[in-house]
């Protein structure tokens, strides 16, 4: 009986030197487990934060959208409509010939738009005094306005417009701006009285001021 128990007692003692092996391995194990899965929920998460930003920033940066409206013969309209939550202040609306580099007309705008909102105005007058009488051809148009404190213009919005003995017949869209706002100028306290706007050839234009006067 002796003899037998020595025989099983180098197999036993082995086993259990193998235990804190064995232990490591199936720690190691469960730890790559837990690691991965660990990693999956970060990768998860990450694109869950990068939805909401993205969701975010669609809602709530400032994005307008441009349209030209043929009225009657003799005049036409501008719509401009708020896309996203957050309300801007209008500054200057540009128009210009897509032959010329220089918007040909500028005027000047302090009106309020709240977000999800359009802003409308006649601009039968301005769209002459632009095309000229006889014309045929495309007419693109921007936007300059204020949000969250700071400076932005949308990108050309472009029309293709015929004109005939100073009679609107045509007004059509060409296509949706290809780029969204962009910021021209931060809104800091040195340049609350003093703002000035970069059109497409980079001059300064003057803009009107939140109390209503030019600067």
Not at 14 to 34: G, H
Not at 58 to 84: C, F, G, M, Q, Y
Not at 119 to 124: P, Q, S
Not at 189 to 196: G, P, Q, R, V
Request: with cysteine; hydrophobic share 45%.
């Amino acid at each position: 009986m002796h003899v037998q128990w020595n025989q099983y007692s180098l197999p036993l003692s082995t086993l259990i030197n193998y235990i804190p092996v064995i232990a490591t391995v199936i720690t190691s194990v469960l730890s790559l487990v837990l690691a991965r899965a660990t990693l999956r929920y970060a990768e998860a998460t990450d694109k869950s934060l990068a939805l909401a930003r993205e969701e975010f920033e669609r809602e709530w940066s400032p994005e307008l959208h441009i349209k030209l409206e043929r009225l009657s013969a003799n005049d036409a309209r501008i719509v401009v409509t708020n896309l996203a939550k957050i309300s801007v202040l209008l500054q200057l609306l540009q128009m210009r010939k897509t032959t010329l580099a220089v918007p040909f007309g500028r005027y000047f705008l302090n009106d309020p738009l709240v977000g999800g909102m359009t802003w409308t105005e006649n601009i039968g007058k301005r769209l002459l005094a632009c095309t000229g009488d006889d014309f045929e051809g495309q007419i693109a148009a921007a936007i300059t306005f204020y949000a969250s404190g700071r400076l932005f213009r949308t990108d050309w919005f472009r029309f293709q417009i015929h004109m005939s003995k100073g009679d609107i017949l045509r007004i059509e869209p060409v296509n949706i701006a290809a780029r969204r706002v962009r910021v021209l100028e931060p809104r800091t306290a040195e340049t609350n009285h003093h703002h000035k706007v970069k059109d497409v050839t980079g001059e300064p234009v003057p803009v009107v001021g939140d109390d209503g006067d030019t600067r």
